[in-house]
Nanobody, 125 residues
């Protein structure tokens, strides 16, 4: 059984930074593409970023490109999301997820099979 546990969320002001972490249990962590999604109240879950197995390739939603950085440490089974220049519209519950299929549709939530419980990020203006 795979478990993904996020941490690092909190309440910050606009312009501040936060770093989210996601620790994965189980073997073969480095064999999977990993991603971050977020869901704001009353909205659908949306793709934020994804990273290839060895961390060479990264993919971002246009809304966070240039402000967020996804990374991973396979020795620690840990995924990160560095969030800079935060805006009130970044307020959401952030989820990490493990991708179960290959292909280029990194933003497709249905292509991820395991999800964390989420961590709340609130950005005040």
């Amino acid at each position: 059984q795979v478990q993904l546990i996020e941490s690092g969320g909190g309440l910050v002001q606009a312009g501040d930074s936060l770093r989210l972490s996601c620790v994965a249990s189980g073997r073969s962590y480095s064999a999977y593409v990993m991603g971050w999604f977020r869901q704001a109240p009353g909205k659908e879950r949306e793709f934020v970023a994804a990273i290839s197995r060895l961390g060479v390739n990264t993919y971002y939603a246009d809304s966070v490109k240039g402000r967020y950085t996804i990374s991973r440490d396979n020795a620690k089974n840990t995924l990160y999301l560095q969030m800079d220049s935060l805006k009130p519209e970044d307020t959401a519950v952030y989820y990490c997820a493990r991708r179960s299929i290959s292909g280029d549709a990194y933003s497709l939530a249905a292509s991820y099979d395991y999800w964390g419980q989420g961590t709340q990020v609130t950005v005040s203006s």
